[in-house]
C-alpha cells in the first residue's frame, strides 16, 4: 500500500460492464465516477470464447466512441450471470454463457492490461443500487431481481452478503408451496415458479389459452409489464394475476425483512416498470398483515419499500460500483 | 485504545448470563475461558428491577461459589430473551422480563464496576456455538433455536448478523402457510406455529384428544422430546407427526441455506434433544429434494446439519463468547 516511488497515475477511466445472456451494457465513467460513455451490444454466446471476444469488443468500441486511449483505463468491473469467485476472477458457473470456471479475468487483463473484478450479476445491481440509488444512504439494503429467475442481493452494515459459495440471497429458490409447479432448479414451488417475469407471462398466458375473455389476448408481445397495464386497466383477469402474485411477493418480501431486518427494499428488473403499479398489490397484502399483527406494523413499512431507478442501467452501473469500491482500497 | 499510562490489569475473570423467562444460568470463566463455576437460578419476573436483582444474585453467587472477589471480574456478557441495544446496554424489548427500555448494562455495571455487554439470546448462543462448538473453524454459520419459538442467530465471514434493529434471523416469523394457524405474531402460519417446541407438543395433545391410539396419551409430561421417542418406538401417531415436521423443517432449512449461503447449520432447544431422531426426517426430505435437484445436491449436504453440544448451556457459554470477544477488542 506504500505510495512511494510510485508516479502519479495517469490512467482514471473505469469501464463498468453488465454481461447478459442476450446482450452486454457497458458504461465508462471518469474518475469523479461521472457517465462518460454507454453501449449496449448483442452477446454471442455461441462459444465461451466468443462471449469473451464480444465483451472485449463492447470495452473497446466504448472507449473507441469516447476517444480514450486503452492505456488510460484503469480497471474493468464485471457483472457476470452466475456463480464467480471474485478472489481468482473466474466464472464458476454461467449457464447462459456456457463458462464452466472461465478465468475471464486474467484474459480481460491479458487484453487490456488493467486490473477486472467480477461478482455475480444479481449482487453487483445491489452495489449499484447501493451507491448510485441510495439518497438515504441506507445501510442496511436488500436488492430483488425479477426475471426470468428471482435472486436478492443482501448489504448489511454496507457489506455485501456473499456466503460461503457467493450465492447469499438465492431467494428464488425459497420453496413456497412444496406441491407447487417444477422449477428449473429441479424443486418444486419455488418463489420464482410463483412471481417471476416468466411465471407472471405463464399465468397470462394460461388465462389466455383457456379462453378467458381478456384484452391480454391481443397482448403482443404478452410481457409481464402488459399484464401489469392490463390490471390497471380494470381487465379481470390480468387484475387476479397481479393480486396473486402481489400477495405472493408480500409474503416473500416479509420473509427477506425477517431474514436479514433491511431497512430498505429496492425491487429491479422487467415487471417492475410497471411502477407503483407493481408495488401496489404487495403493499395490499402488507396491510393486510398489520390489521392483526404489531410485528407487522413494526417490520413492514410501505416507504421501505422502492423500485430503482430505471433510468439507470443497475447492472453496468453496479460494475462501475464494483470496480470504484475495489479501486479505492488498491490506491 | 492508547495503554500509557494504564497499569496491568489483574481482574482477569469473565462472567456469562443467560437469562431466560424462568431461570438465569451463569457460567464463570478464567482469563483463559476454562470453566470454573457455573449456577442455575430461578428468575424473578414479578418487576422489572426484581428481575435485575435475580441477575445481581446470581452473579454475586457465583463468584463467592468460586472464592473470587467482586474486585476481579473483568466484563459480564448477558444474553436478553429479546430485542437488545448493545451499544447503549439497553434491552429494549424482552417480553417475558417486562422489561421495556431498561438500562440493563448501566445497572449492572453499577453493582459490579465492571463492564457490561448484552445481545439477543438466541444471538448470543449462536456466538457460543462459533466459538466454543465448532471444531471445523466454519466461518459462515446458522444456529436455529427450536423453542416456544424458532429463531436464528446468522454469522457469515466470522461476523454475527444484526440487521437494521437486530432481529436478522427471524425466521420463525417467515410465513409459510398463509392460512395456517395463527401466531403469537399476530400472522397467519409463521414457521415457528409448524415446528416449535410448542407447535410439536400441540400436535401431540390434538392427536391425544382426538382419541388416537397413541403411547403419548400416557405421557406426562407431553414434551416434543416424547413425541420424538415414541415416534423412534414405532408409535405411529408420534411417527406422522414428526415427519410432517421434519419436512417442514427440511424446506425451512434449505430456505435459510438459500437466504445465507451457510456452510453450516446447527440445531439447539427442546426438540433436538431426541438427537439423531430429531435430524432424521429433516434429511429424509432434503433427499426427496435432492432426488429432482442438482442445486439441492449442491447446496444441502447432511454433514452440514447437527445439534449443538448437549453438554454445553449454549446460552451461558455464548455470553462468555460475547464478552471474550469485546475484551479483546478493549484490551
Known amino acids: 500500500m506504500s505510495e512511494s516511488g510510485r508516479s502519479p497515475n495517469p490512467q482514471r477511466w473505469l469501464m463498468g460492464v453488465d454481461i447478459g445472456g442476450t446482450t452486454i451494457v457497458t458504461q465508462l465513467v471518469d474518475a469523479g465516477l461521472r457517465p462518460v460513455q454507454e453501449l449496449t451490444v448483442a452477446t454471442d454466446v455461441s462459444s ?26 484503469a480497471a474493468i468491473g464485471l457483472g457476470v450471470p452466475g456463480q464467480v469467485d471474485p478472489v481468482q476472477g473466474i466464472s464458476r458457473i454461467a449457464v447462459n454463457l456456457h463458462w464452466i470456471d472461465y478465468p475471464v479475468g486474467e484474459r480481460l487483463t491479458a487484453i487490456f492490461g488493467a486490473p477486472c473484478f467480477l461478482e455475480n450479476d444479481v449482487r453487483v445491481a445491489t452495489l449499484g443500487v447501493y451507491r448510485f440509488d441510495n439518497p438515504e444512504a441506507c445501510q442496511n439494503l436488500v436488492y430483488v431481481s425479477m426475471g426470468t429467475g428471482v435472486a436478492a442481493g443482501v448489504i448489511l452494515e454496507g457489506k455485501l452478503l456473499r456466503g460461503r459459495n457467493g450465492l447469499a440471497g438465492e431467494v428464488g429458490h425459497w420453496i413456497v408451496d412444496p406441491n407447487g409447479l417444477p422449477c428449473n432448479c429441479g424443486a418444486r414451488g419455488c418463489l420464482e415458479t410463483l412471481v417471476s417475469a416468466t411465471a407472471v407471462v405463464r399465468q397470462a398466458r394460461a388465462a389466455v389459452e383457456s379462453g378467458a375473455d381478456t384484452v391480454l389476448a391481443a397482448a403482443a408481445p404478452l410481457t409481464a409489464k402488459a399484464v401489469y397495464e392490463a390490471a390497471a386497466a380494470g381487465d379481470l383477469t390480468a387484475s387476479v394475476i397481479v393480486n396473486r402474485v402481489g400477495a405472493e ?21 422487467g415487471p417492475t416498470r410497471a411502477g407503483a403499479r407493481y408495488l401496489a398489490p404487495i403493499l395490499t397484502e402488507w396491510q393486510r398483515q398489520q390489521e392483526t399483527s ?19 442501467n443497475m447492472g453496468a452501473w453496479g460494475a462501475v460500483a464494483l470496480v470504484a469500491q475495489q479501486t479505492t482500497l488498491a490506491t
Open 48 to 73: 465461451p470464447d466468443r462471449t469473451l471476444a464480444s465483451i472485449a469488443s463492447a470495452i473497446e468500441r466504448t472507449l473507441e466512441a469516447a476517444g480514450v486511449p486503452v492505456e488510460a483505463l
Open 249 to 269: 411477493l408480500g409474503r416473500a418480501l416479509r420473509n427477506v425483512i425477517m431474514a436479514y431486518d433491511a431497512e430498505a427494499i429496492v425491487l429491479g428488473g
Open 294 to 312: 404489531p410485528l407487522a406494523r413494526a417490520m413492514l413499512r410501505p416507504a421501505m419499500l422502492r423500485i430503482a431507478d430505471p433510468a439507470r
